[in-house]
């Protein structure tokens, strides 16, 4: 139960972190999104059923703060992180290259997920436009603060394993 807490406030951390001042350095309303990364990286690091329960969890967390589609987070992160769940056996862990590909395609994917979800619940709106003014500042925003939530979930996936 101890380690569980831990990972509760590692995620709460990051949450707080990502509402309170990642909105500071906002491009145009879009900043980076952490949980997502956090999904990602925990799931490259415990694999697929781990990695759902995670997306589950900070996907149920963030729909409920923010108020936008009850659902879409919890189902695209839980989607995204089963993905990259399966390939946690075939790669290395503490490589840079690898979380930040993930980042940056994992990113592509949760935006395909909630334009779709918008185009299918008859919300009109220029995808090219649209992907130019969201997709393009959070793909950069997610390249760069890829690694250090990496290295942030290694580091925590390692302290809370040696049991400190």
């Known amino acids: 139960m101890k380690k569980f807490g831990k990972w509760v406030a590692g995620v709460i951390g990051l949450y707080v972190l ?3 001042i990642l909105p500071l350095l906002a491009f145009h309303g879009i900043s980076p999104n952490l949980m997502l990364l956090f999904s990602v990286s925990f799931a490259f690091l415990r694999g697929p059923y781990y990695g759902v ?9 963030q ?15 839980m989607l995204i ?11 290395f862990k503490d490589q840079l290259f690898l979380p930040v ?14 334009a779709a979800f918008m185009f299918l619940l008859g919300y009109r709106f220029n995808l090219m436009m649209h992907a130019q003014n969201t997709l393009l500042p959070m793909m950069c925003y997610q390249f760069v603060m890829a690694y250090p939530v990496h290295k942030l979930v290694c580091w925590m996936d390692k302290y809370i394993k040696d049991g400190k």
């Open 18 to 20: 990502q509402t309170s």
């Open 53 to 61: 329960l995670m997306g589950f969890c900070v996907g149920l967390m």
């Open 63 to 77: 729909d409920l703060a923010t108020g936008t589609f009850f659902g879409i987070d919890v189902f695209s992160y």
């Open 81 to 91: 992180s089963f993905i990259c769940g399966k390939f946690s056996n075939q790669v």
């Open 101 to 114: 590909l993930a980042s940056v395609a994992a990113t592509f994917i949760h935006y395909c997920i909630l």
